[in-house]
């Protein structure tokens, strides 16, 4: 599991997918994320503005396994 950090209180989910290099640009996000192919803290996730805090931990279908976490 690699650790993504950030250094502020949240992060928006599709921010993180772009921070994680699992995604290019917003539009490739929401695709990603209306496939079904991501998991936040072991639940399906469809929402782009999703506040993601430290601890959390976003499973993405073909990229891998990763935590948010505080810097």
Same mark, same amino acid.
């Given at each position: ?7 502020? @209180?949240?992060?928006?989910?599709? &921010? ?9 640009? $917003? $539009?490739? *996000?929401? *695709?990603?994320? *209306? @496939? $079904? *192919? +991501?998991?936040?803290?072991? /639940?399906? @996730? /469809? ?12 499973? +993405? /279908? ?8 505080? &810097?």
């Amino acid at each position: 599991m690699k650790q993504i950090f950030i250094h502020s @209180e949240y992060i928006k989910l599709d &921010q993180f997918l772009k921070l994680a290099d699992c995604v290019s640009t $917003g $539009g490739m *996000a929401k *695709a990603l994320l *209306a @496939e $079904g *192919a +991501v998991l936040v803290n072991d /639940e399906k @996730e /469809e929402r782009r503005g999703r506040k993601l805090v430290p601890g959390d931990i976003v499973k +993405v /279908e073909d990229c891998g396994t990763f935590q948010v976490a505080a &810097q």
